[in-house]
């Protein structure tokens, strides 16, 4: 059963920003298409505000992709435009929180692998396990700039992303997605869906982050005790089982939990992650182990003990539907302690 979410009040629309992303033609997600608007992107940015606000510049990552990099009181991070995919979150005197891949991303239609991808409108392969391309294509398509600024806490970012004819052609709906990311002593994402069309549709969501990790046979991911998951790894001890305690990693994961909205921590050596969430009815627990990790040509063979993803969204029986002018935010609020 999908839930359905009730309307939010209107907000002010969205300011323009200097650039925003425009129609591909064909109706597809061709690499090609995607890197043409971020070389249009890149150059009106550059010329524009290559400096965002104090602290704050719009710069280029992995593929010459443009990249926004914080430097602030609190915490140094990145997001890039491509996708809104954080990739980078350094509370000041912590170490790196976020995992991300050393192998070089390289532009072309996958998802960077690592930081906290996007997954909308739909997990995996969606619902019915036939949608493609996987995770959906809000992680593979540049957002636009809404507004950087300063605040007490950190740097607030926020991206956002309609749609256009290559969305429409994989997901005849109309929307407004808005990104909202706070750099600070907490690293806050807060993503609002919102229909501006004139029909109801349901959606899958997810903020698929990666964690850095000491040694994932090592952790214990707590939060979790009592709740049933299924767990599509092959070769998973069970398809489904219900949790009696915290959670060990000890062959590739693949498990999702739905219905559950508590917050979760991995406890490791290197810190404790604390991952709250709202507006979330879903988490996904991943890690390839060691044959997966050698399959996929993003991932270095030897890095899978350094990661685990604890994923925050509604999936599945979580999906969201919304009304003609419905809303609705999800947020995850991440800690070190
Ligand atoms: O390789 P991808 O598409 O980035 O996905 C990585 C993993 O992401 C997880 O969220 C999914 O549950 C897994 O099934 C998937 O393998």
């Not at 629309?13 to 995607?34: D, F, H, K, M, Y």
Request: aromatic residues 8%; contains cysteine.
């Amino acid at each position: 059963m999908h839930r359905t979410v009730e309307a939010t009040s209107d907000r002010e629309p969205p300011s323009t920003g200097p650039w925003r992303p425009t129609a591909a033609s064909g109706g597809n997600l061709a690499a090609t298409v995607v890197r043409r608007h971020y070389r249009r992107a890149m150059a009106q940015e550059l010329s524009e505000r290559s400096e965002l606000a104090p602290g704050v510049t719009l710069t280029t990552g992995e593929a010459g992709l443009p990249m926004i990099r914080v430097e602030c009181g609190p915490a140094t991070g990145s997001i890039y435009l491509h996708g809104a995919h954080v990739v980078e979150w350094v509370p000041v005197g912590r170490g790196s929180a976020l995992w991300l891949s050393a192998v070089p991303y390289d532009g072309g239609g996958a998802l960077i692998r690592g930081g906290v991808p996007i997954c909308f409108p739909w997990f995996g392969n969606g619902p019915d396990g036939t949608r493609s391309p996987l995770h959906g294509f809000a992680g593979r398509l540049p957002w636009a700039i809404e507004e950087v600024r300063g605040t007490d806490d950190g740097v607030l970012v926020v991206l956002h992303l309609t749609e256009s004819p290559a969305t429409t052609a994989q997901w005849p709906h109309l929307f407004e997605a808005t990104y909202q990311v706070l750099f600070g002593e907490k690293l806050r994402l807060s993503l609002q869906i919102r229909n501006t069309g004139t029909e109801a549709f349901t959606f899958e969501q997810a903020l698929h982050s990666y964690f850095n990790v000491n040694d994932v046979a090592g952790i214990a991911i707590r939060g979790l005790e009592g709740e049933t998951y299924t767990d599509r790894a092959p070769g998973a001890a069970a398809a489904t089982g219900v949790l009696s305690g915290p959670m060990h990693i000890v062959a590739e994961t693949d498990r999702v939990f739905e219905g559950t909205s508590a917050p979760t921590y991995i406890q490791d050596t290197l810190h404790t992650v604390r991952i709250a969430k709202t507006g979330a009815a879903s988490t996904v627990v991943w890690n390839p182990w060691s044959d997966k990790a050698e399959a996929m040509p993003d991932f270095g063979d030897d890095e899978w003990p350094w990661m685990v993803c604890v994923e925050t969204g509604n999936v599945r029986s979580d999906a969201i539907t919304l009304s003609p002018g419905q809303a609705h935010t999800m947020t995850t609020t991440i800690t070190l302690d």
